[in-house]
């Protein structure tokens, strides 16, 4: 009979972080891409807006009309600014993500490979018992045929 992997706990352990681990680590790879798009949405909006602020001024604007333009767009480039530290605070959050995943997938592969070694050992020593039992019934045979035939 098979010995149990004693550290067989431990690798479901190790398999449940890691699962955890890999589910987190796209959740920070979604954050950061939604992130991305925010911040691609604004820059967009931005040109945008000033290009109908140039046209408007090309057709002609009172002073206060144009200070409102240059007063918003200033409002949108800090917000662009603004998102652009999110996407880098998101950016630093998956990277820091990433390898909390490959540290764990690092120890479940250690533990899996003492699993998988330990099952070997497992196999062999099955295997040569299987064999030794085979040899002692062959040998019985052929003894019992020995001794009937003298």
């Known amino acids: ?87 880098e605070n998101s950016e630093r959050s998956t990277l820091a993500g990433k390898e909390h995943w490959q540290a764990q997938n690092k120890q479940l592969k250690a533990i899996d490979t003492l699993s998988q070694r330990h099952d070997a050992r497992e196999r062999y020593r099955e295997n040569r018992q299987e064999q030794k039992l085979q040899d002692e019934f062959t040998t019985r045979k052929y003894s019992v045929k020995d001794s009937g035939e003298s």
């Open 1 to 87: 009979m098979a010995q149990a992997f004693s550290l067989q706990p431990l690798l479901e352990l190790m398999q449940t972080r890691t699962d955890e681990a890999t589910r987190q680590l796209g959740q920070l790879i979604a954050a950061e891409q939604n992130q991305r798009s925010r911040l691609q949405m604004l820059e967009q909006y931005r040109e945008e807006y000033a290009e109908r602020m140039r046209q408007a001024t090309a057709e002609g604007i009172t002073r206060m009309i144009l200070r409102n333009y240059q007063d918003f767009l200033g409002r949108i480039d800090d917000a662009i600014r603004q998102q652009r530290i999110a996407v």
